[in-house]
């Protein structure tokens, strides 16, 4: 099963809030590493109303003052006041309102911006990691998946609690330790493409040594969670098999009750009557690789990969 895109992996301690937005927007997080800054403020939304309110004032006491001028019997100011009022009743109507959908974007683009800049150097991008290092994280992302997604997982025989902190927290520390993996070998690549002197790769060569062994050693985690995800896939398929027993066994007295009823040739009930014995037999497989996987689990968490 193919791993999901490495998009966006977050610290499990960054709020929720925060980890679904820069989930959700993983363009504007590359572009904001590039230097972006949204220049756009989005308005306040009491922006409107105030200015609404401003110039009905207006508007009110220049009619105020208008029918003092017609009960004065100063005609002319009254209609000049009178038409500046209706000018700025129609203005007020007029006016166009601000893109619901453009300022909708811009509050995204300020709560994006905030948040990267809040929690920088606690979420890793795609474009955070090279190929190698991409291939790495979808491989314990495929297996953090299938663990997460099992059927012996949702129903409570591994250690849920445990597994919906301690996988998380094994995929951010992969990721995390592949994209600083991925900054080092950009730049070592960098420097030996260039050309080196003999004595300048007298340095480079113990230095690459260093980036493969931490990739090894990533490799190592990567591994443990796969062996972890085995477990828990042998599990799963006796699990599978068990549900599949126990529904063909809630049926085997009407099976039973055809069989007698139609005459059929009984070769057939031997091997019916050995459902039982199955059911046992993959309860059995079943407690064993569930505790294959609960020791496979307790190995990852002990930092022995």
């Known amino acids: 099963m193919p791993g999901r895109p490495a998009k966006v992996v977050v610290e499990p301690t960054v709020p929720g809030e925060a980890a679904e937005l820069f989930r959700d927007n993983r363009k504007m997080l590359v572009r904001i590493r590039a230097g972006w800054i949204p220049t756009h403020r989005p308005r306040s939304p009491a922006y409107g109303l105030v200015t609404n309110m401003l110039i009905s004032a207006v508007a009110l006491v220049a009619i105020g003052w208008g029918l003092d001028f017609f009960l004065a019997g100063l005609y002319t100011p009254f209609v000049v ?9 129609i203005g007020m109507v007029a006016r166009p309102r601000p893109d619901a959908e453009a300022e909708r974007r811009h509050v995204v683009e300020h709560h994006v911006y905030e948040s990267a800049r809040r929690y920088d150097g ?19 992302q495929t297996a953090i998946d299938a663990i997460m997604g099992s059927h012996v997982h949702a129903e409570g025989l591994l250690d849920g609690v445990r597994n919906a902190v301690m996988l998380p927290a094994q995929e951010w520390e992969i990721a ?5 993996l991925s900054r080092l070998r950009a730049e070592h690549d ?3 493409a260039e050309g080196i002197t003999p004595e300048v790769a007298a340095v480079t060569e113990p230095l690459a040594q260093v980036l493969d062994g931490s990739e090894r050693a990533v490799l190592t985690r990567v591994e443990a969670l796969e062996r972890y995800a085995g477990h828990v ?35 057939a009930m031997p091997e019916l009557s050995r459902l039982t014995e199955d059911a046992d037999r993959l309860e059995e497989a079943l407690r064993d ?17």
């Open 81 to 89: 006041i009178m038409t500046l009022a209706a000018l700025l009743v």
């Open 122 to 140: 606690r979420f890793v991008l795609h474009e955070d990691l090279d190929d190698s290092a991409r291939a790495l994280l979808s491989r314990a």
């Open 176 to 180: 995390r330790l592949l994209a600083k």
């Open 190 to 192: 960098e420097v030996v």
């Open 233 to 267: 896939a042998e599990a799963e398929r006796a699990y599978r098999a068990r549900r599949q027993i126990d529904r063909l066994s809630a049926n085997l007295p009407r099976y039973e009750e055809l069989l007698a009823e139609s005459g059929a040739d009984d070769s």
């Open 289 to 305: 690789s569930v505790s294959s996987a609960q020791e496979a689990f307790r190995h990852l968490r002990g930092g022995d990969v």
